[in-house]
Every structure is written in C-alpha cells, then in structure tokens.
C-alpha cells in the first residue's frame, strides 16, 4: 500500500519539491511551531517554503504584493502543518519502534538506483521522440545511466542535499510507509461491500460509456463497430461556418446551410457510392477518394461505440449495419460518409467473479487510507502542537 508513499527524487524531478526540509537543520533559530515538546525551526520551515517559491515561480515582487499576501499566507500556513503532520508521524512511528536500520538504508539505496535507471529511460524516450525524424546516430551508444546520475545530482545539490542524505531520506520515507502500512493491515473490504461497489460502478459505466476509460476496473464493455469509410468532405471554410452557426445556437439556419452546401458535393458522393456498391475494393476507394486524414494507413478502421465520439449521424449508422454491408450517403457536418461495417462485437457485462479480486484490492486501499485519515485525525487532536505562524 502507498498512502503516502514517496518516490522522492521523482517529486523532485515533477515538482522541484523535496520533503528532506523536514529534517533537523541543528542550528539555533526561530521556533514556528512545537510538537509534543520538539520544535520547528524557521531554517526548516525556510528550507521547504524556498522549494517551494523555486517550483512555482513565486518571486520577491509576488510575495510583497499586498493582493497576494492572503495566498501567501495560506501557503505558508499549509507547508508549516505539512512539516507538523510530518514531524508527528515520525514521532509515532518511532515511539513503535519503527526506525532506519542497515536493512532499511539498503532498501533505500537499491530504490535511489531505480530512480536512476527511471530518470534514464526517462532522458531515452525523449532523446527518441525528439529524434524521430532526425538522424539518430548521435544516441548511438549514449550512455543513459551516467546522463541520468549527473542530472540528478544537479538537482540534489540545488536544494543543498548530498546523495547520503537524500538516500537516508527515502529510508526515513520506507520506515513510515512500513509503519503505516503495519497500522492498517488488518482493514480489508468485506465481501459485501466488494458486491455493492461492484454494481454501483457498472450501473455507472453501463450509463457513461465514454467515462469507462478513466475507470480503475473496467466492468462492462459495450457493443462496439468496427468500420471503414470513405468521407466525401465539405470545403473547410463551409464546416468552418456550420459550426459557428451552431455554436451561435442557429440551429435551423445552419441546417439549411448545410443542406445547400451538401449539394455542391453530392454529385461526388454519388459517383462513389455507386462504385462501392457495385463491388469495387473498399480499401482501394478510399485510397482514390477518401478525404479523411485518419483513414490514411489505417487497417483497422474506426472501433465505433455508442458513446459520443463520432457525430451522431455516423454512429447510428455504424450500428444499423450488418457485417459486410455498406451504408447509403450519410450526411454529416463534415460532409458524405459511405460507410462499410466490418465487424460488430457485443456488449460484455463482466461478473463480480471475473473482477473480484481487483475490486477488492481497490476498495481495501480505500479503506485503508480512510482509516489512516481517522488516525491521523485523531493524533493531531490529541497532540500539544503550538503554531507561531506570525514567525513565518
């Protein structure tokens, strides 16, 4: 389980933001806080809050800036309990006897070496991307890993961390999530409520198609179409002032502007319906005649469902047709379709059986992390935590 995990040099490398502000700076300074008796420095606080400015662009000129100051504050009074909150779990988790050990700092640096080979392959599918279309024979035989080491021992040293700190940081990370994770072992998701979130979630993917993608267990796949067409397209200027009609909500007139616009092209459209209809190879009129730049190398087709993503005049057709037929002029804001369907798939309901497991696991970690909000809600009731946010 990963409540809190952090893969810290990848923070670093998304955010410019380092957790290790949290560490003892050991220098005498300006107390912003206490916790159960152990204080906060304004080194440590300045040491997050920097980072922080760093990351989002938040100049000298922004932080002076009396519209801004409320924002300001607000900021500095959510990295102060950040290290609050912090500072208490570590407190916890010590007082439990969980603590960086040899095993621990060993852990730790096999992970600091996964990160480097991360942000190497990282630094290599860009190099590719970028390359693309170029010649590629000045990453011939790079050298990934030592690129990735040297880039991210630039960005510890710019926030003032040598490679042994950092290391220790992320052993400090792995003794909390550990120490957590050992909190919450025994909350798990009853075989109820595995049922329950089973048919609340494919309830709402049977009737939000569209949103399955973004789903974390996929429990329903709806019928889907796949086709070919051939798209006997309308001048861009004239799409171009059909949508902006519509876009005005005239809808009749756009109507009657398309109709007319239609027209012009449908003699075209005609020619190559017929040609389609009298068995010449789909595949070689769309090549000749086609307009749509993704029919271009396109073996597949389209997989079409009923879900919005082609107009709607499209989709109705792709699903009135059987396999092999082709369709009549379909008229749509961007022109003729002649479509061919080539294959209809149906729907899938997947059983609870099918998905349990993954359903379980999602809704345990939910679970969890709820549970381990209630007891960190409730440890910092019952802590002595003072703020002296006037000092920040």
Not at 93 to 103: L, P, R, S, T
Not at 183 to 210: G, M
Not at 223 to 252: F, P
Request: negative net charge; aromatic residues 8%.
């Amino acid at each position: 389980m990963n409540i809190r995990k952090i893969t810290a040099f990848i923070i670093v490398l998304v955010l410019g933001v380092s957790m290790v502000a949290c560490g003892t700076s050991g220098s005498e300074d300006t107390v912003v806080a206490e916790v159960n008796g152990e204080k906060i420095t304004k080194d440590e606080f300045d040491s997050l809050y920097d980072q922080i400015k760093q990351s989002y662009n938040i100049t000298e000129e922004i932080e002076n800036d009396p519209e801004q100051q409320e924002a300001i504050a607000e900021l500095k009074a959510d990295i102060l309990e950040q290290i609050i909150t912090e500072k208490l779990v570590v407190q916890k988790a010590k007082e439990a006897g969980f603590e960086v050990n040899e095993d621990i700092l060993n852990e730790a640096r096999r992970e600091f070496e996964n990160i480097i080979a991360e942000v190497a392959f990282q630094i290599e599918i860009m190099d590719s991307s970028a390359q693309e279309n170029q010649d590629n024979e000045e990453s011939q035989g790079k050298d990934y890993m030592s690129e990735a080491k040297a880039y991210i021992q630039e960005q510890l040293e710019s926030i003032g961390q040598t490679e042994e700190e950092y290391i220790e940081f992320i052993a400090e990370q792995m003794v909390l999530d550990n120490y957590i994770e050992d909190l919450v072992k025994d909350v798990k998701a009853d075989q109820q409520e595995v049922q329950q979130y089973y048919e609340e979630r494919l309830e709402f993917q049977k009737n939000n198609i569209s949103n399955i993608v973004y789903e974390e267990v996929e429990l329903y796949a709806p019928e889907e179409a796949r086709v070919k067409h051939i798209l006997i397209m309308l001048a861009q200027e004239h799409i171009d002032e059909y949508n902006s009609l519509l876009s005005q909500e005239k809808t009749e007139e756009a109507q009657q502007y398309l109709e007319e616009k239609l027209k012009d092209i449908e003699p075209k459209a005609l020619e190559v319906l017929e040609k389609a209809k009298g068995g010449e190879e789909f595949e070689k009129l769309i090549e000749e005649y086609g307009e749509d730049p993704g029919m271009e190398g396109n073996d597949t087709g389209y997989l079409v469902r009923q879900d919005g993503s082609f107009v709607h005049e499209f989709e109705e057709t792709a699903f009135k047709l059987e396999e092999g037929e082709i369709s009549d002029l379909v008229a749509s804001g961007f022109g003729y379709h002649i479509i061919k369907l080539y294959e209809k798939t149906p729907e899938k309901v997947y059983t609870l059986e099918e998905k349990y497991d993954e359903l379980e696991e999602i809704l345990s970690q939910q679970k969890k992390t709820d549970a381990w909000t209630l007891i960190l809600e409730e440890w910092m009731e019952s802590a002595k935590i003072k703020r002296y946010e006037k000092r920040l």
